[in-house]
């Protein structure tokens, strides 16, 4: 009984595994289209660690 329920109790942890690593943005930032994306200060540069894309049109982490 044991290792007929193995396989399944191994897809549920890799599936909650899966969805805690995609959500690696640091804070303030939000996960778009598999980038961390911040809106651009109207008057300033991005913050550090983030460089703004013009074809996105916001600033981009890493």
Do not use: D
Not at 17 to 41: D, H, K, L, M, Q
């Amino acid at each position: 009984m044991l290792f007929k329920c193995t396989w399944l109790l191994l897809l549920v942890l890799s599936l909650l595994a899966g969805a805690f690593a995609s959500s690696g943005c640091p804070a303030g930032y939000n996960a778009e289209n598999s980038r961390c994306t911040i809106e651009r200060p109207i008057h300033g540069s991005c913050p550090p660690g983030s460089t703004y894309q013009l074809n996105v049109g916001k600033c981009v982490h890493g």
